[in-house]
């Protein structure tokens, strides 16, 4: 009798295509006790829906800029200066005379020789803000700049500052305050090789920005 069920179970699990017929089929063996087992039900996860709500943005950070003000300038001292170096010439000190002061004191290097040449390329260009002087070398170039505007923090009636020597891939810098004004001296290599360009010492750029004299004030 159980062999005609299972005959007659085969057509209809062909049809339906159902994995479970196999089973049950060959639980229908010849242990009469054998029990024929239901389909475990798997049970299935929640399917929690997706969180979509959109995670909180973190907060920012607010970069203060940095604000630049405008330095109060010691001109009683830039102009005693001035006139203790009234007897300084050449060509950078011509250019510096030529319309109206900046609004800093001029400050430029001396006892500077200049190539064989070069005295055409020596320039000096008043600023809105300031000046910058360009002086052309063998080994290297000078750009010195002179500024009234303060970037960043400086101690409240700050007229002087020591001078700092900067290292640069183009060469290095001098930066230093004079009469409450900042400058900075500019050295550019002019046959720079490698990462970083050596075309002059620490103690030549610092004895060359040591011998800026002020020769222009208001």
Not at 45 to 57: F, V
Not at 63 to 89: C, F, H, K, L, P
Not at 159 to 167: A, L
Request: hydrophobic residues 40%; glycine residues 8%; negative net charge.
């Amino acid at each position: 009798m159980r062999k005609q069920i299972a005959f007659a179970l085969v057509p209809a699990c062909a049809l339906l295509g159902l994995a479970g017929c196999d089973k049950f089929i060959r639980g229908m063996g010849d242990d009469p006790a054998t029990e024929i087992s239901e389909p475990e039900e798997v049970a299935l996860a929640d399917e929690t829906p997706e969180d979509t709500t959109p995670a909180e943005t973190a907060n920012t950070p607010v970069y203060t800029q940095a604000m630049s003000q405008e330095a109060t300038i010691d001109w009683t001292a830039a102009r005693n200066d001035v006139a203790s170096n009234s007897g300084t010439s050449g060509n950078f000190m011509t250019a510096s005379q030529e319309g109206d002061p900046p609004p800093v004191p001029v400050m430029l290097p001396t006892g500077i020789v200049l190539p064989q040449g070069a005295e055409s390329d020596v320039k000096f260009q008043p600023l809105s803000d300031g000046y910058f002087a360009f002086y052309p070398g063998t080994d290297y170039n000078i750009v010195v700049n002179g500024t009234n505007e303060i970037i960043g923090d400086r101690a409240p009636g700050t007229t002087d500052t020591p001078m700092r020597f900067i290292p640069t891939m183009s060469g290095a810098q001098v930066a230093f305050t004079k009469y409450g004004a900042d400058y900075l001296i500019e050295f550019e290599c002019t046959a720079a090789e490698g990462a970083h360009a050596d075309c002059i010492s620490e103690d030549d750029a610092l004895s060359i920005a040591d011998s800026l004299v002020a020769v222009r004030s208001r």
